[in-house]
Structure formats: structure tokens, C-alpha cells
């Protein structure tokens, strides 16, 4: 496999040498639909630096990139970013087959990648700020701690006005295309926005920290190679901006209304909230469970205000797929939503006043009682349902900014 694989150049002194993964399409729960890469690059300088490497099947991949400009032997350092295992799971056979003089991580990193991995040489703590130099060139490192791993890193490149950002900036997305300037611009922003829900939102408060410390830090950034995905090189104030607002979390006027159905009765509240949404103003999202992933659940989940949530009774409870997008949800923590619960039901009727629970239990503003309809509503009960989505929408219009 040696020779078949090239290496980009993307600054100066750096080279991309990851590996495109034309078919991952789950990735511990978030549905890829475009793939994803796993970026590592190399820093030809004094002391050759490889930062990070790429997820365990794809090692043959990274050595010929790496190849096609030097010998891998010729490696003096390598720089863990990121020790999750899409970055780290070649690393210790990668450290056996180069024999690097030093290897590199965070505090926490060199902690972490002892804990995975049986890794006999020392891996070298960077302290938060430290400076190393590669000779002709020098890295310093930003610890960026549960962004999104206790051991998460930034370097930067200093001479090439480079920085090395691990997770943040990423997103899954397989291509021969190595920079976001030669991508569509509704391709990036789609992909980078689900990244972001999927990945970084129960992160949001240390997203607009590590902002205004890289904001006050006063560093020179010209280019920020991620470790997935293309690495940007222009109008790098648009995706720092699009960070900031996604981390703000403030509510628009939008209603992801959220749903399963057995029979189609909960289908028919949803419709009829929908359509009170609607004609209060608001704009609407109608997701089934039976046609969309959680993953794409988290991304209209964003940029939403509000978040209303329905199912059929089964077995006493809401219907599988709803309690597996709402564990999900919780887990994202998204903020200052409103929200309410319905759903349909035979005979016992527990799955509305469970989704309240979950709901309440995610801190969204419930504007009601859960709404129940008994076999198939009837028109006074899509009438309710009628009303709570003009409920919420005019809410909304209190509380939400507006684009
Ligand atoms: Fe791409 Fe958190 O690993």
C-alpha cells in the first residue's frame, strides 16, 4: 500500500497525511452521512512532528501519506492532539514502527493514552501555554479541556500562522477536497452545524471561553487544520462566528415538533400543533421518528426555541424510538427551549406524562399539561393540540431573537 497514497501540502512547513473514510456512517451514535477523514499532519521542520494519527484500520493509509514526503523513520516527535481513538488508534504501533525520540501530549492526554493503549515510551506533559521548538520552527500548545475530552489540545504553529484544533472546527465529511474553500458553502455549513449538535453542545459555555481566550490570546491565525474534515484557510471570522452564535444557544422562532405513532394518532396532534405553530407565527419542523435519525434531530434542535414531543403508548411506555432520541437530547443539554408533551393511547396511557418528565427534566419551559388523546383524537382534541402549538409560537415571539 506504500506509494499509493499522497500527502497535501497546506502551509509552509505542513503537510495533511490522514485518511478519507468514504464509509463510516455511525459514529457512536451520530448517523455520518457523507463519511468522515481523519486528519494527522506532518510539520517537515527540524525536528519532523506528526500530529496525531488516525483511527486504527487506516494506519497503512497515514504512513504512505506520510511517505510520499519522508520516511516515516524519519519522525522525531509526535503530538497527540486528541486521544479519543478515531486519533489515537494507531498510535502505539505508529510509535513502534518510527521510533520517535519524543512523543507528545496534554496533561490529561498523557494520562489518557496510558489508560488505552500499552504505550512503553514516555509521553512527554504539555502544560497549558508551553512552547516547543522543532528547531526552525515552534508549536505552543492551548489545553482545551472537555472540548470534547478531558484531554483535548490545540497546538499552533506559530511561523506558519497555524493551528492545530483537534474536534473543534471539524466535521464529518469524506472528500478529496482538502480545504472548505473548495467545498460548497451549504455542504460546510450543514455538516459542521450537525457536528456541532452532535458533538460539542453540552459544551456551549467552554466553546465561548476557548473563544475569548483565543480572542484575547492575540494570536496570528491564518489557517485551522481540524482533525476531520477540510482544514480552512479563508474567511476564517465566518466559522468562528457561526461557533459563537451555535454556543450562544439563544431561541429562534423555530418548533422542532417531535413525534412517533403507532396508528397515526399522535401523527394527527402533531399535524394539528404544527399547523397552531404555524399560524402563531412560528416557523416548524415535523419530525417522525419513523423518518429521521436523532443525528438530524440534534441539528434542527440547534437553532430551535422550542421543542414539543409526542408518542403512542406501548407497553406503558412512549414508543422505543422516542426514548432513544430523547436520552440522546438530554444528553446534548440544549438550552432555553420551550416545550410540551402529547401523545395517543389505548388504555393506560403513561408515554405523554413520560416525555413531560424527560422533558422537565432537560429544564425545558413546559407551556402545559400533557396532552392525551384516547384511541383517535377527536376534533376537541386536535383543537387543544391546535392551541398549544399557538401557544408556543406566541410564546416564542417573546423570547425568541429573529434572523
Ligand atoms: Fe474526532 Fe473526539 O474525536
Known amino acids: 500500500m506504500l506509494g499509493i497514497y499522497k500527502a497535501v501540502k497546506i502551509s509552509e512547513h505542513v503537510y495533511w497525511v490522514g485518511a478519507v473514510d468514504w464509509t ?6 451520530y448517523t455520518t452521512k457523507r463519511g468522515s477523514s481523519y486528519n494527522a499532519y506532518l510539520i517537515m521542520a527540524d525536528k519532523i512532528t506528526l500530529i496525531d494519527t488516525v483511527k486504527s484500520p487506516f494506519r497503512q493509509e497515514l504512513l504512505s501519506r506520510i511517505a510520499s514526503v519522508t520516511d516515516p523513520k524519519n519522525i522525531d516527535y509526535i503530538i497527540s492532539n486528541h486521544s479519543e481513538m478515531d486519533h489515537s488508534g494507531c498510535l502505539a504501533e505508529v510509535i513502534q514502527e518510527v521510533s520517535p525520540e519524543k512523543v507528545f501530549a496534554s496533561t490529561m492526554g498523557a494520562k489518557t493514552l496510558k489508560e488505552h493503549f500499552s504505550i512503553d515510551q514516555e ?3 504539555l502544560k497549558d501555554g508551553s512552547e516547543l521548538s522543532l528547531g526552525n520552527v515552534t508549536l505552543k500548545f492551548m489545553e482545551t479541556r472537555m472540548l470534547h475530552w478531558p484531554d483535548s489540545m490545540f497546538s ?9 484544533s483537534q474536534d473543534a472546527f471539524g466535521m ?3 472528500s478529496m477536497e482538502r480545504f472548505a474553500d473548495e467545498v460548497d458553502d451549504a455542504v460546510l455549513d450543514y455538516e459542521a452545524a450537525t457536528y456541532y449538535a452532535n458533538i460539542l453542545l453540552p459544551y456551549s459555555a467552554l466553546v465561548l471561553s476557548l473563544l475569548d481566550k483565543v480572542s484575547k490570546s492575540g494570536l496570528d491565525i491564518s489557517i485551522i487544520a481540524p482533525d476531520h474534515g477540510p482544514v480552512w484557510r479563508k474567511d476564517l471570522g465566518r466559522m468562528l462566528g457561526l461557533y459563537k452564535k451555535w454556543a450562544q444557544q439563544k431561541p429562534t422562532n423555530k418548533a422542532v415538533v417531535l413525534y412517533h405513532t403507532m396508528w397515526h394518532s399522535t401523527e394527527l396532534m402533531a399535524r394539528a400543533i404544527e399547523e397552531g405553530l404555524f399560524a402563531g407565527g412560528a416557523r416548524v419542523k415535523v419530525m417522525s421518528m419513523g423518518a429521521f435519525h436523532r443525528s438530524d434531530v440534534a441539528y434542527e434542535i440547534l437553532d430551535a426555541g422550542a421543542l414539543i414531543a409526542g408518542s403512542s403508548t406501548l407497553n406503558n411506555n412512549m414508543l422505543p424510538a422516542m426514548a432513544d432520541v430523547l436520552t ?7 438550552r432555553d427551549l420551550l416545550g410540551a408533551a402529547f401523545g395517543s393511547y389505548g388504555w393506560s396511557g403513561e408515554s405523554a406524562s413520560h416525555i413531560h418528565d424527560i422533558l422537565a427534566s432537560m429544564k ?5 399539561e400533557p396532552v392525551k388523546a384516547k384511541y383517535v383524537p377527536d376534533d376537541d382534541i386536535l383543537k387543544t393540540c391546535y392551541a398549544l402549538g399557538k401557544t408556543v409560537a406566541e410564546k416564542l415571539q417573546e423570547v425568541a431573537i429573529h434572523e
Do not use: M, T
Open 123 to 125: 509521553i512527554i506533559a
Open 156 to 164: 499552533y504553529l506559530k511561523e506558519d500562522a497555524l493551528l492545530f
Open 364 to 368: 425545558v419551559d413546559l407551556v402545559s
Open 172 to 174: 464529518h465529511l469524506a
Open 328 to 334: 440522546y437530547l438530554k444528553g446534548l443539554k440544549p
Open 24 to 29: 463510516i456512517r455511525d459514529f457512536h451514535g
